[in-house]
């Protein structure tokens, strides 16, 4: 059984949302059963993949102990700039060590389906402790957070202190209703995504034969686009609308990308949860930091390069692999060069709200998306 992907799943899913769903109507406050829900959920998928459980059980051990250790200290006195980056360092360490591209001995085998996406919400919280957000700790609130079954394998990137609201409260009945019936919604159109559509593009890349044509390329770039589209926007989609059933509002993961007019627009509807966390955790404050310590002359090459050094980690963190770096690359310099474009150019200024130059920008912009997703494949090499 598998996240999403198998029949067993869907039956399982069927059952065990009817509490949620009885809680829901009756008004009644469901962390405690997101909570087991989301343990029997768990264990069923990586029932036949004991080391996988064993090394999610060994993960959470693992960082419970540095966040909540943090969150003590912080508690008693200041910490210093150090003590916190080796505390970032150390809560990383387990999915660094499993994306390396070789195998480091007692330690790959580490890895579990979601551990990249745990290590997000982890360091989120060390930041936002180490910043004063966080001023509270709940165990309980924190281990949900953490293993919350829908956004476990794959997302989306949710925020704490905004999760554990949700958990928190009970909604009323007619608010309930109504996110049951947007669950229930996010489902169908999910499960259409990924079974009808994704499968339709994956059998017509399984027959496009790369060679030296650009024309099978560009075949090869749109089919394969359109099927990471509807494949991860599908789950999305049936990660949110399960949420939603749970009384947990998810943020969306996508908002029809494809009719971007720029790259710096692309971004803000493809995979909308990690695009955001690493603008706000990781593009902020890089910039912030090099102004403050003025890294650069101006704070528009202060901006290009981050938007560099941002796609760059996001590229390594999809994989140690030399075509997700050079997919992080590739975007980072796409993003740069649209900051300099925009901010620079009197012919962009002039013309950006009229028709024609709308349908050219989304025209280029799609073009280049479509490369990019041509690089991620990996099968570059082949043309």
Request: proline letters at 2%; hydrophobic letters at 50%.
């Amino acid at each position: 059984m598998t996240f999403f992907g198998s029949l067993n799943f869907y039956l399982v899913l069927g059952v065990i949302l009817v509490p949620h769903i009885v809680m829901g109507i009756l008004e009644k406050r469901q962390k405690f059963v997101v909570l087991i829900t989301s343990i029997i959920m768990i264990s069923l998928v990586f029932k036949n993949h004991r080391a996988e459980y064993l090394s999610l059980i060994l993960y959470l051990i693992y960082e419970f102990i540095i966040v909540l250790g943090f969150f003590k200290i912080k508690q008693r006195q200041n910490i210093t700039p150090i003590f916190y980056k080796v505390t970032l360092f150390l809560s990383m360490l387990p999915v660094i060590v499993v994306k390396l591209p070789f195998s480091v001995p007692y330690l790959s085998y580490f890895g579990f389906l979601g551990i990249s996406y745990i290590t997000f919400r982890t360091i989120q919280v060390i930041i936002e402790i180490y910043d004063g957000i966080i001023k509270e700790m709940n165990v309980v609130d924190l281990l949900v957070f953490w293993i919350f079954f829908p956004s476990l394998s794959s997302g989306p990137i949710d925020r704490s202190r905004r999760f554990s609201n949700d958990i928190n409260e009970s909604l009323s009945r007619k608010e309930y209703i109504i996110l049951l019936g947007k669950g229930l919604w996010k489902i169908l159109l999910g499960l259409t995504y990924k079974f009808a559509f994704s499968t339709l593009f994956f059998k017509h890349l399984e027959t496009i034969q790369i060679d030296r044509s650009l024309v099978k390329a560009v075949e090869y770039a749109y089919t394969y686009g359109f099927y990471m589209f509807f494949d991860f926007a599908g789950y999305s989609l049936l990660a949110v609308g399960t949420a939603y059933i749970m009384g947990v509002q998810l943020p969306d993961n996508f908002k029809a990308p494809f009719i971007s007019k720029d790259m710096k627009e692309f971004w803000n509807r493809w995979h909308i949860s990690l695009s955001h966390w690493l603008r706000d955790y990781l593009f902020t404050r890089f910039v912030f930091q090099s102004m403050k310590k003025k890294r650069f002359k101006s704070r528009q090459t202060t901006a290009a390069l981050g938007f560099i050094f941002n796609m760059t980690v996001m590229g390594i963190w999809h994989g140690a692999t030399i075509y997700y770096i050079l997919y992080g690359v590739y975007h980072g310099v796409l993003l740069a060069l649209t900051e300099i474009y925009q901010k620079k150019s009197k012919f962009h200024k002039q013309h950006k709200n009229k028709r024609w130059y709308q349908v050219l920008s989304w025209f280029i912009t799609l073009n280049f998306v479509m490369a990019g997703f041509l690089l991620f494949s990996g099968r570059i090499i082949k043309i």
